[in-house]
């Protein structure tokens, strides 16, 4: 047929050129054809067309969907995996979703949980059966080989651009390895991660094989640069399940759901969440430590919800011991198989404590501050916050029974280690970045590890890590986002209320205000750091007795409040032990081991650094260095005793002398503005006549330095430091008289030590920032 076509073609070539010279000879003119055309004409037609081809081509790209695959194993992935999912559907016009099903999601003894994927109104393109029953070593390693064996048909079918993998599951490995020979990209969620187990293998394996990865900590992050993964194509984004669970944990119908599970009499924070998976390492251990747990369950006597483990190896000798026991009968437990997820997260929320070596309870439950015991190594090395008590070892019913004690029915500070609840908008973006032009082949950046504070974002641009710092004065309010370097990024003051309710509303409205334009200012804000006068209980966050200058500030809890409204962990701290802090992590005190700072404003604070630890004393009064006494016989003091180094030095000591030579007309001398109004007077008025010759101030002046100065060598002689460091409006007019005291009157072996003034012009802000910024960045596990 082609062949016939191409003789009518030539026939009809040889009839138009007989034409054209028939034409020619009868002197027609006729309209010449292509190859009529010269040489530079034909050139410019071509680039023409080749440009137009090209513009058409980048036109298909642009309008191309991301075809995204998303590869779901088992309940726990899916409730990770499913955020991106309702993201990935809800922008059609950029995204193609495909779902695969696999793994326990299609066994019933695990509820059948594919079915949950279906509720969600999501379509599941493939539904493959790869586990090979068992529960052992051996069948999780022919659950593995059925996959690979199934799974090259289903991707050769859907042919996705990505395929989203989540976790350390061996079905995820199975997922990854086969992804890889075929040449598609993978995705990679919670890679970087350290938990213990075999789950540690696999999850590095998974994230060596992956081309891009969404992590969720700092640390993570920092893991798979050291693995040598190219620092452009990780996203430091987050948990995805906590924008789920950060958005919803706040139900009116919560107790509808727990009564649903655990009867009609149950109360709030009065049950225990179980949840308990083999160790594949150890299985003998696991189960011991299972069979110990439930025991130890039993005697404690309160409602308790067991899920049933995962079907790692080892789990069907757990649910023997389970069923061993009664658990399934006995009246004060419920077992099940699985919980939806927006119910799960209702019953941690609100349960008195949950117990186990579920991710779920290092991760996920610290957001709402339930209270954690976590049995054996599963977790270990897991970033955690303060909700968790580990029970690496737990080898007796009895140690575990205790830790129920300790923890049952506390709440913590929330924490957002794993997440603040933006993950699923930062991965969508991070995927149209994608660039499927870009060679296949993965490269790996050896040896450099990334400096901690660089970090791609999802626009590839630095995230500043950052606390949000309180400053409780006696006069104002303020808040500021503080850098990891200690740049104040913006400062926020409002006048301080005079009643705790203004208070505490004004503080939540700054904070808020403040966290929302962080995201603006690129910063993540790690936690809250609260500097405030008085004694503070920093282990409870609680303003044990304030100053007379702040009012209805005694014996608060400011820690809970603010956790509460801004998901964040939160510190509390006195004012002067913040200063010393700020000393010791942007000031003077950097890379000193021990030292003293000393404020010297309004009042006479302070705090000590001893072998790089702050000293806080047995009931939280150390370091209020202005009511060391250095005169029996001295003035009064605001603290109701005599002869305190904050009677002779504090701006309130020399305001009140200033004003008693004001009365009796012996403080202003030649040269100083005319003062007519007796509260105008101020310890800077007392100074400034001292400096122009005046007697009388200079003597004042002479015995609040002596008394600061015998005051501070008291300290020296206590605590030995190496250094002292004078904050506050005063300091640099005590410099010079405190060191002079020092050399006159101390032992010879203290006389040499520096006397520095502060740089830091915000030492209470820094102070409550680095208790967050110290906090969070140094928790290795």
């Known amino acids: 047929m082609i062949r016939r076509e191409g003789k009518r073609l030539n026939k009809g070539g040889e009839k138009d050129r007989e034409r054209e010279r028939s034409g020619s000879r009868s002197g027609l003119t006729m309209r010449p054809g292509p190859i009529a055309r010269n040489p530079h004409e034909l050139y410019y037609l071509r680039m023409q067309r080749m440009r137009e081809k090209t513009d058409k081509m980048e036109e298909n790209k642009a309008t191309r969907k991301l075809r995204v695959c998303v590869a779901t194993c088992n309940r726990a992935d899916y409730s990770k995996l499913a955020p991106i999912m309702f993201g990935i559907k809800a922008n059609p016009d950029e995204f193609e979703l495909e779902v695969v099903v696999l793994g326990s999601h299609l066994i019933d003894d695990y509820g059948n949980t594919f079915r949950m994927i279906e509720q969600d109104d999501f379509d599941i393109g493939s539904k493959l059966h790869t586990i090979v029953r068992g529960e052992d070593e051996a069948a999780m390693v022919e659950s593995v080989g059925l996959a690979l064996v199934k799974l090259p048909d289903v991707l050769h079918r859907l042919r996705p651009d990505v395929l989203v993998v989540h976790g350390d599951r061996f079905d995820a490995l199975a997922l990854a390895t086969a992804a890889a020979l075929m040449n598609i990209r993978i995705l990679h969620l919670e890679g970087g991660e350290v938990s213990g187990t075999i789950d540690d293998s696999i999850r590095h394996a998974i994230s060596k094989l992956a081309h891009y990865h969404a992590c969720c900590t700092r640390t993570a992050e920092q893991h798979l640069i050291a693995m040598c993964e190219d620092h452009t194509r990780i996203l430091l984004a987050g948990c995805p399940s906590y924008d789920k669970l950060l958005a919803a944990h706040h139900r009116d119908d919560y107790m509808d759901i727990i009564r649903n599970w655990l009867g009609d009499n149950v109360k709030e924070h009065d049950y225990i969440v179980a949840l308990q998976h083999p160790v594949t390492t150890d299985i003998k251990n696991s189960i011991k430590i299972y069979e110990l747990m439930l025991d130890a369950l039993i005697s404690f006597n309160k409602k308790t919800l067991v899920l049933f483990p995962n079907i790692d190896a080892g789990s069907k000798e757990m649910v023997r011991v389970m069923r061993k026991k009664g658990v399934e009968q006995h009246p004060n437990f419920r077992a099940v198989k699985h919980v939806p997820f927006e119910q799960f997260i209702q019953l941690v929320c609100h349960a008195g404590a949950m117990i186990g070596n579920s991710s779920c309870g290092v991760r996920e439950a610290g957001a709402f501050g339930t209270p954690v015991i976590n049995l054996g190594s599963r977790q270990t090395g897991r970033e955690t916050g303060e909700n968790v008590l580990h029970v690496r070892d737990a080898d007796t019913q009895n140690k575990i029974y205790h830790a129920l004690e300790l923890q049952f029915g506390k709440r913590y500070p929330c924490s957002k280690i794993y997440g603040d609840g933006n993950a699923v908008p930062r991965i969508l973006k991070f995927l149209q970045t994608i660039d499927l032009d870009e060679p296949l082949q993965k490269t790996f950046c050896f040896p450099p590890v990334k400096e901690w504070d660089i970090s791609q974002d999802i626009d590839h641009i630095l995230e500043t890590q950052s606390a949000l710092a309180v400053d409780l004065g006696g006069t104002n309010l303020r808040v500021a986002i503080v850098s990891m370097r200690g740049k104040i990024v913006k400062k926020y003051t409002q006048a301080n209320p005079k009643t705790y309710e203004t208070r505490m509303e004004l503080i939540l409205k700054m904070c808020t205000e403040a966290v929302i334009d962080a995201v603006h200012l690129n910063c993540r804000i790690l936690g809250v750091g609260v500097s405030t006068g008085g004694r503070v209980n920093p282990q409870e966050g609680v303003i044990l007795h304030s100053t007379k200058l702040i009012q209805e500030w005694s014996s608060i809890d400011i820690r809970t409040p603010i956790s509460d409204a801004l998901h964040l962990p939160v510190w509390v701290d006195n004012d002067g032990n913040c200063a010393a802090l700020a000393e010791k992590k942007f000031g003077h005190g950097k890379g000193v081991e021990n030292f003293v700072t000393v404020i010297t404003g309004t009042g006479i604070?302070?705090?000590?650094?001893?072998?790089?630890?702050?000293?806080?004393?047995?009931?939280?009064?150390?370091?209020?260095?202005?009511?060391?006494?250095?005169?029996?016989?001295?003035?009064?003091?605001?603290?109701?005793?005599?002869?305190?180094?904050?009677?002779?030095?504090?701006?309130?000591?020399?305001?009140?002398?200033?004003?008693?030579?004001?009365?009796?007309?012996?403080?202003?001398?030649?040269?100083?503005?005319?003062?007519?109004?007796?509260?105008?007077?101020?310890?800077?008025?007392?100074?400034?006549?001292?400096?122009?010759?005046?007697?009388?101030?200079?003597?004042?002046?002479?015995?609040?330095?002596?008394?600061?100065?015998?005051?501070?060598?008291?300290?020296?002689?206590?605590?030995?430091?190496?250094?002292?460091?004078?904050?506050?409006?005063?300091?640099?007019?005590?410099?010079?008289?405190?060191?002079?005291?020092?050399?006159?009157?101390?032992?010879?072996?203290a006389q040499s030590i520096q006397v520095l003034t502060s740089d830091l012009e915000e030492p209470a802000l820094l102070g409550a920032a680095s208790m967050v910024l110290d906090y969070t960045t140094r928790r290795i596990y």
């Not at 705090?607 to 060391?628: D, K, M």
């Not at 330095?705 to 409006?729: C, D, E, F, K, R």
Request: with cysteine; net charge negative; hydrophobic share 45%.
């Open 605 to 749: 604070g302070g705090g000590i650094i001893q072998h790089n630890e702050l000293i806080h004393g047995s009931t939280f009064c150390a370091a209020e260095l202005g009511h060391i006494m250095v005169s029996l016989d001295g003035p009064e003091c605001m603290c109701g005793s005599r002869g305190c180094i904050e009677a002779y030095a504090s701006g309130m000591a020399l305001q009140k002398e200033a004003k008693r030579l004001h009365d009796e007309e012996l403080l202003e001398v030649e040269g100083m503005l005319d003062l007519k109004k007796a509260e105008s007077v101020s310890a800077i008025h007392l100074i400034n006549a001292a400096r122009l010759g005046n007697h009388k101030a200079e003597a004042v002046l002479r015995t609040a330095g002596m008394a600061l100065g015998v005051g501070i060598i008291n300290i020296l002689h206590m605590v030995n430091p190496s250094l002292v460091i004078l904050s506050g409006v005063l300091a640099a007019h005590y410099q010079a008289p405190v060191q002079q005291v020092i050399g006159q009157r101390a032992l010879t072996s």
